[in-house]
C-alpha cells in the first residue's frame, strides 16, 4: 500500500526558510516521479516543484531560485527546501507521487498524494 506523509510545515516569518519532507512506504521512490504541490481555499492546487527518476527537476516560475526539491532514495524520502519564502507562499503544501500522464507540475496527472502540512508565511 503506498503512503505518503509529510512534515516539516509551520509558520514562519517572510524571508524565513523551512524544509518540507515526505516519507514514503510501498513503493520504491527512485522509480517515480515526485512532487510538491500547494493549494490554498478557494483555488486550484498547483505545480511547486517535480523531480524524475533521472533526478531532472521542474519549478514554477514563481519559485525559482528560492525552492530546491531531492530526493534521498536511501530513506525513500522526498524534500522540499524552502528560502527566501514571502506572504504568497502559504499554503497547505502536499507530496504526490506517480504522474501517469501530463507534463511534471500537471497536479491532476499524480495518482498518490499524502494528507497535506501547512505553511504559513506571515509578512
Known amino acids: 500500500q503506498v503512503q505518503l506523509v509529510e512534515s516539516g510545515g509551520g509558520s514562519v516569518q517572510a524571508g524565513g526558510s523551512l524544509r518540507l519532507s515526505c516519507a514514503a512506504s510501498g513503493f520504491t521512490s527512485n522509480r517515480y516521479i515526485m512532487g510538491w504541490f500547494r493549494q490554498t481555499p478557494g483555488k486550484e492546487r498547483e505545480g511547486v516543484a517535480a523531480?524524475?527518476?533521472?533526478?531532472?527537476?521542474s519549478y514554477a516560475d514563481s519559485v525559482k531560485g528560492r525552492f530546491t526539491i531531492s530526493k534521498d532514495n536511501a530513506k525513500n524520502t522526498l524534500y522540499l527546501q524552502m528560502n527566501s519564502l514571502k506572504a504568497e507562499d502559504t499554503a497547505m503544501y502536499y507530496c504526490?507521487?506517480?504522474?501517469?500522464?501530463?507534463?511534471?507540475?500537471?497536479?491532476?496527472?499524480?495518482?498518490?498524494w499524502g494528507q497535506g502540512t501547512q505553511v504559513t508565511v506571515s509578512s
Open positions: 504526490a507521487a506517480y504522474l501517469t500522464r501530463g507534463t511534471l507540475l500537471d497536479h491532476w496527472a499524480y495518482k498518490y
Open positions: 523531480i524524475d527518476s533521472n533526478g531532472s527537476t
